[in-house]
Nanobody, 128 residues
Framework: QVQLVESGGGLAQAGGSLRLSCAMSGGTFSGYVIGWFRQAPGKGQEFVAAIRWSVGTTLYSDSAKGRITISRDNAKNVVYLQMNSLRPEDTAVYYC?????????????????????WGQGTQVTVSS
């Protein structure tokens, strides 16, 4: 099974930027969609963005569009989440997760239940 490890979180002020990383290991990844989710205190998982590893197609939440970019480095087996113009409401634990979805024409999903493999998360805190 694919294993995921997040890094890059920390403290930031409103308006600042962070770049999160999701390092992948444990197999081949061509059939996977990698998603980023976040969980604020007392709330459930919220979808942020996803990318299909094989061809790089992406899906974003409405709140992420224009501020957040998901990308991948095939040579390093890493998925990035670049976050700009940070807001206090971005404060959460950020997780990357893998959905085995090898049929290329099927749309990426934002549903938490479709992602089976999860990392341990990285904390992002944005002060006002």
């Amino acid at each position: 099974q694919v294993q995921l490890v997040e890094s890059g979180g920390g403290l930031a002020q409103a308006g600042g930027s962070l770049r999160l990383s999701c390092a992948m290991s444990g197999g081949t990844f061509s059939g996977y969609v990698i998603g980023w989710f976040r969980q604020a205190p007392g709330k459930g998982q919220e979808f942020v963005a996803a990318i299909r590893w094989s061809v790089g197609t992406t899906l974003y939440s409405d709140s992420a569009k224009g501020r957040i970019t998901i990308s991948r480095d095939n040579a390093k087996n890493v998925v990035y989440l670049q976050m700009n113009s940070l807001r206090p409401e971005d404060t959460a634990v950020y997780y990357c997760a893998a959905d085995y979805s090898p049929i290329i024409h099927i749309s990426l999903t934002s549903r938490v239940s479709e992602y089976a493999n999860w990392g341990q998360g990285t904390q992002v805190t944005v002060s006002s």
